[in-house]
């Protein structure tokens, strides 16, 4: 199921963080794509930028359960950085459930099951149908964040 995703720009700076960025529009390789680009800073406790999208306009959930997980095409600096995925049983914004992956400097479809996203900061299991946010982010280090996303879909 592709998903057509209005990608918007997070960093640290909403709480007193120090790192710079911002989300473009991109032709990439041959590919229409959004590219999130930024240096992670780890000063005054930051240290993530981010590109994200509500899977509903409202942020209401969307029952993903039937799916096994998140297909993302993608390009980057062949850094590592990590899907974040929000589900409406999560209350504060630190929490999510989370995986890691690289972003290759060629075009590669990058599959991520559900099983596979470890929860951050809560004690809430994953459930795909109480899927609410996704988000791409550059986090933990001080480092160039480049990556892009051409398409991003649930997958069986």
Request: aromatic share 10%; proline share 6%.
């Given at each position: 199921m592709q998903l057509h995703p209005d990608w918007s720009f997070v960093a640290d700076t909403v709480m007193g963080g120090k790192s710079t960025g911002g989300i473009t529009q991109e032709r990439i390789a041959g590919r229409e794509a959004v590219r999130l680009t930024g240096q992670v800073s780890l000063d005054n406790d930051g240290g993530f930028v981010q590109m994200a999208f509500d899977l509903r306009e409202d942020g209401s959930t969307v029952d993903a359960g039937g799916w096994t997980g998140i297909e993302i095409d993608v390009i980057g600096n062949g850094d590592v950085y990590e899907l974040r995925a929000r589900t409406d049983q999560l209350s504060r914004p630190w929490q999510s459930f989370r995986a890691e992956f690289t972003a290759p400097e060629t075009w590669?479809?990058?599959?991520?099951?559900?099983?596979?996203?470890?929860?951050?900061?809560?004690?809430?299991?994953?459930?795909?149908?109480?899927?609410?946010?996704?988000?791409?982010?550059?986090?933990?280090?001080?480092?160039?964040?480049?990556?892009?996303?051409?398409?991003?879909?649930?997958?069986?």
């Open positions: 590669t479809t990058v599959r991520i099951p559900f099983a596979d996203l470890e929860p951050r900061k809560t004690d809430a299991t994953f459930d795909p149908a109480r899927l609410r946010r996704l988000g791409i982010v550059a986090i933990g280090r001080e480092f160039t964040a480049d990556i892009a996303a051409s398409g991003i879909r649930f997958y069986r």
